[in-house]
């Protein structure tokens, strides 16, 4: 199995910017796939971006040009930097691990609000 620990949501104001940070642990030589998702109150949870062991991106409409997910394989850590942050940006960040043997791993969530 893969523990994910999100860290760095907040409070920010429209235009500025957040670094989300997930640590993995666990059997970590097993992930295939991390990724961002967002979920605003009522609606459902929505990726956000993703990006693959080999370092291939893709992200939501919504956040191209404003987002970069990255990973650092040696530290079994992926990050979202999130730059001119607009108030529908508001969420609960959760990190997610699709791996080769076990089922999904999600982490606990961070919660990002961006105030206008």
């Known amino acids: 199995q893969v523990q994910l620990v999100e860290s760095g949501g907040g409070l920010v104001q429209a235009g500025g910017s957040l670094r989300l940070s997930c640590a993995a642990s666990g059997s970590t030589f097993s992930i295939k796939v991390m990724a961002w998702y967002r979920q605003a109150p009522g609606k459902q949870r929505e990726l956000v971006a993703h990006i693959s062991s080999g370092g291939s991106t893709n992200y939501a409409d919504s956040v191209k040009g404003r987002f970069t997910i990255s990973r650092d394989n040696a530290k079994n850590t992926v990050y979202l930097q999130m730059n001119s942050l607009k108030p529908e940006d508001t969420a609960v960040y959760y990190c997610?691990?699709?791996?080769?043997?076990?089922?999904?791993?999600w982490g606990q969530g961070t919660q990002v609000t961006v105030s206008s």
């Open positions: 997610n691990a699709e791996t080769y043997h076990y089922p999904n791993s």
